[in-house]
């Protein structure tokens, strides 16, 4: 229990201090009856810490409102913060979010840790087949790639890594998000602030008089978003983007469903990248599986063979005993092929779109993710998590 003995800012550092140290994403601050429960989200899962006091609960709320520039008397309404500290040398950058509830302000904070993001292709899991598709098709001269997948699977991370490739003094690339995580040298990178009116409609509009050659769009939200960025990817320009849906196949009903037209979409979409991110098994504690009855109902559902080798983690020092240590990308690419676009206007429905992405010879996330089993990178029960 964190108590009134250290001073509230004193405190406050160590949260965040431990919690960079350790590798996590979040820091959740959540009022109960009795104390402030903390817990970092570490590798995608939360992990309880020790409780601050309630007698300085809310003194430990307003100090980071105040480093985040927020109102510390607004109790009743969300509000938004962020700001910048530099731990072990590095330059962090922070992100606060309040929500009002029962027992006072829920708070969670976000660590961006700009040395940690600036991942090239190459680090992000891709198998390099995959990546002899996808460098050509993010290097066209226009198009329109999108990156898909449910909140927290790694998008953005993706779309920072290909423009991180395709950054070229020659070229000029303008993004567009909501917000921005982390800053891209080289290139302009502009915010939505709804308060304001700049929407992602009329933030696209006027990307396009910036004489970009490509462009970023944080989210395909709607109709109008759509169908200004797939104008843009006709009209010589290389369009970028993210959408939520649960595979590669998907994202074409859902463009659809948006009302954009199959031919629309056949003239400007280039391909489609699904991802999961999974958790790393730890390489200084993993050791073979000893097969049992759950794990061959396990491999049957997942269609795995009885002789591949499976591995799990014991725990240890270097994993903080959880077993597992970082996380990588599982994906799924879908290349528009000249086939899929004949499916797509004769018959747009899953089902047919899907069988064809599969004969045209899409790696699944299924697939991806049984061969970084059987390398021993990720465990049997991250796999069934994720495709579940």
């Known amino acids: 229990m964190i108590t009134q003995d250290q001073s509230v800012i004193s405190q406050v550092d160590a949260l965040i201090h431990t919690a960079f140290s350790q590798d996590a994403s979040d820091v959740h601050l959540e009022p109960t009856a009795d104390n402030l429960r903390v817990r970092y989200r570490i590798d995608g899962v939360l ?5 601050v006091a309630r007698s ?3 003194q430990v709320v307003s100090r980071l409102k105040v480093l985040g520039h927020m109102n510390i008397a607004e109790k009743r309404l969300p509000q938004d913060g962020k700001f910048s500290m530099v731990i072990e040398s590095k330059p962090v950058d922070f992100r606060v979010s309040t929500f009002p509830s029962l027992y006072g302000e829920k708070m969670v904070v976000r660590i961006l840790d700009r040395a940690a993001h600036a991942m090239s292709l190459e680090q992000l899991g891709f198998t390099q087949s995959m990546l002899n598709i996808i460098k050509p098709l993010t290097k066209k001269q226009h198009g329109f790639f999108l990156v898909t997948g449910p909140t927290g699977s790694g998008k953005t991370t993706t779309l920072y890594a290909i423009l991180s490739e395709l950054h070229d003094p020659d070229k000029n690339i303008v993004t567009l998000e909501d917000p921005v995580e982390y800053n891209l040298h080289g290139i302009t990178q502009g915010h939505i602030n709804t308060d304001a009116g700049f929407t992602f409609e009329k933030g696209i509009r006027s990307m396009l008089r910036q004489d970009p050659d490509i462009l970023m769009v944080g989210e395909i939200r709607d109709r109008q978003t759509a169908r200004i960025a797939i104008e843009a990817a006709l009209t010589g320009h290389l369009v970028l983007s993210t959408l939520h849906t649960n595979d590669a196949p998907s994202a074409v009903m859902r463009l659809m469903d948006m009302g954009i037209e199959p ?8 391909g489609v990248l699904a991802q999961r991110l999974v958790r790393k098994l730890c390489s200084d504690c993993k050791e073979p599986v000893v097969r049992d009855t759950s794990y061959d109902h396990m491999c049957q559902r997942l269609g795995i063979p009885d002789d591949m080798p499976l591995f799990h983690a014991l725990g240890c020092t270097e994993c ?3 077993g597992y240590r970082g996380r990588i990308g599982v994906f799924e690419l879908l290349v528009i092929t000249p086939e899929l676009r004949a499916r797509i206007v004769s018959a747009p429905v899953f089902d047919e779109i899907y069988a064809q992405a599969i004969e045209d010879g899409m790696t699944t996330l299924l697939q991806d993710g049984v061969d970084k089993v059987k390398e021993g990178i990720i465990s049997l029960e991250e796999l069934a998590r994720i495709v579940a």
Not at 47 to 51: G, K, R
Not at 263 to 270: D, G, K, P, W, Y
């Open 56 to 58: 300085i609960m809310q």
């Open 320 to 322: 903080n005993g959880r």
């Open 47 to 51: 992990y309880d810490q020790n409780p």
């Open 263 to 270: 031919f629309l979409m056949n003239a400007s979409v280039s």
